[in-house]
């Protein structure tokens, strides 16, 4: 299960940095959450950490997303052997200036 994030969110920007796939970002409104990106922090974290943080309760369990613990757990797995793919391939370089 994705989590969301409701129009009760006050934008106080506790929630983004809490999250370990960076799955929360800063909509038009409100903060939003991208279901490809949330394991509910399965594979970092026991609970998820926004709903830990969130002084307003208005981060509930998605049910456009409804995914089961080792339906995360794959989520994650795929995230984690993405971003190592990323970080292998080293930084991008510039090619050779014309001189």
């Known amino acids: 299960?994705?989590?969301m994030i409701t129009?009760?969110?006050i934008n106080c920007d506790v929630c983004e940095?809490?999250?370990?796939?960076?799955?929360?970002?800063?909509?038009e409104e409100y903060y939003q959450i991208?279901?490809?990106?949330c394991t509910e922090c399965v594979g970092h974290f026991d609970?998820?950490?926004c709903v830990q943080v969130c002084p307003v309760e208005c981060i509930?369990?998605?049910?456009?997303?409804?995914e089961n613990h080792e339906t995360?757990?794959?989520?994650?797995?795929?995230?984690?052997q993405a971003g190592q793919s990323l970080a292998s391939a080293g930084p991008a370089t510039a090619p050779p200036s014309a001189a």
């Open 47 to 49: 609970e998820p950490q």
């Open 7 to 9: 129009a009760e969110c």
């Open 17 to 27: 940095p809490e999250c370990p796939n960076q799955a929360i970002s800063m909509g």
């Open 60 to 66: 509930p369990v998605d049910p456009q997303h409804v």
């Open 72 to 80: 995360l757990w794959q989520k994650y797995q795929r995230l984690q």
């Open 34 to 37: 991208d279901p490809n990106r």
């Open 1 to 3: 299960m994705a989590l």
